[in-house]
């Protein structure tokens, strides 16, 4: 071994208080609370309480879907009796509606497992998003829009189409760092004057987003070639992509873990602790596992220190994807 183990326990704990999980994660409520207050301006009070209670139970419904609880997302769906109601409003309330609470109901048919009718359901989001856009003028859609093609990469991961996944990935990143002018798998109008009106924190946090979700996919199956397809392809397709730094070390790390350059793999993974800062802590989360069970096969001592001291700071990684926390968990503890 070329470097001394305790090292990497000296680079846990210099690394321990900059972890944190507080990069945006956008979704369909993020972009419906921004413009709620731009429709407020361009529909009547009747309307607005209209949009205001679909909303709130559109929220409701989704939060269900989120903890897993989906008789009860699907009681809300229908006691909220949403047809009724958008028959009510006018063109660009109800659309900001459609918008909003097909989101939600992807994400549901998502977590049932139906990827068929939430697929169908994503395009329906962006149908309404695109007369929102460019007849209203709601110019922050164009985001939910890239982020809706985001949710056909996840259903690709779930779904074991890797090199899909990885295509589409590419393709979304590149047109937000304006090297294509067009994402192919989702109905346009795309193009570069779009994103000149978007904030560039909002098209940075976006790209981040992406990279992540391909990160947790990566780490929620099984090492097989439909993933290292997608690492390898990520990994030589950098000069074309305006990948993070911090993502292409951590692709590498992947990549010698799963090839056993042990010694490598150790010497970059305290390189990257050491590096964190905080916006990246994620993709650090995701490395701990592979970590472990590579220590603890060539020194339990080091091992039991570091998963102590994991274990003690566990219960603070709030905001860490649940199947990773108790991947996590079940690690440090056995």
Same mark, same amino acid.
């Given at each position: $071994?070329?470097?001394?183990?305790? *090292? ?29 207050? =731009?429709? *407020? ?7 607005? =309480?209209?949009? @205001? ?43 900001? /509606?459609?918008?909003?609470? /097909? ?7 998502? /977590? ?16 309404? !998003?695109?007369? =929102?856009?460019? *007849? ?59 994103? @000149? ?56 790390? *992947? ?14 993974? $305290? ?40 274990? !003690? ?17 079940? /690690?440090?503890?056995?």
């Amino acid at each position: $071994m070329k470097i001394p183990l305790q *090292k990497i326990l000296q680079a846990y704990n210099e690394s321990r208080s900059k972890l944190s999980l507080q990069s945006v994660i956008y979704s369909g409520t993020y972009f419906s609370d921004k413009t709620g207050s =731009l429709i *407020k301006k361009n529909v009547s009070l009747n309307e607005y =309480l209209i949009c @205001k209670r679909i909303m709130v139970l559109s929220a409701h419904a989704l939060t269900a879907s989120r903890q897993k609880k989906l008789q009860t997302a699907e009681l809300y769906y229908k006691q909220a009796n949403f047809e009724y109601w958008l028959r009510l409003l006018g063109l660009q309330a109800r659309l900001h /509606c459609v918008s909003s609470l /097909c989101s939600t109901k992807a994400y549901f048919k998502y /977590c049932e497992n139906n990827f068929v009718e939430a697929q169908q359901i994503i395009f329906q989001a962006n149908d309404a !998003d695109i007369i =929102l856009e460019e *007849k209203f003028g709601i110019y922050l859609l164009h985001m939910h829009r890239i982020q809706l093609a985001h949710n056909l990469i996840r259903i690709d991961v779930k779904t074991g189409n890797y090199s899909r996944a990885l295509s589409r990935s590419i393709e979304a990143i590149q047109y937000l760092n304006s090297s294509v002018f067009n994402i192919s798998y989702l109905k346009g109008p795309w193009g570069s004057s779009f994103l @000149k009106r978007i904030q560039p924190s909002l098209i940075r946090d976006m790209t981040i987003q992406i990279l992540h979700e391909m990160a947790l996919g990566n780490s929620a199956y099984q090492w097989n070639d439909g993933l290292k397809e997608i690492l390898h392809g990520y990994y030589t397709l950098i000069d074309t992509t305006a990948l993070q730094p911090r993502f292409l070390q951590w692709l590498r790390l *992947k990549i010698n873990f799963h090839e056993r350059k042990i010694d490598i793999f150790l010497e970059e993974t $305290m390189d990257f602790m050491k590096n964190e800062r905080g916006n990246t802590s994620l993709l650090y989360f995701l490395l701990i596992p592979d970590l472990i069970s590579t220590l603890e096969k060539i020194d339990p001592d080091t091992t039991k220190q570091l998963c102590i001291k994991i274990r !003690d700071d566990l219960p603070m990684w709030t905001g860490t994807p649940r199947f990773l926390k108790e991947k996590i968990k079940k /690690c440090v503890e056995r």
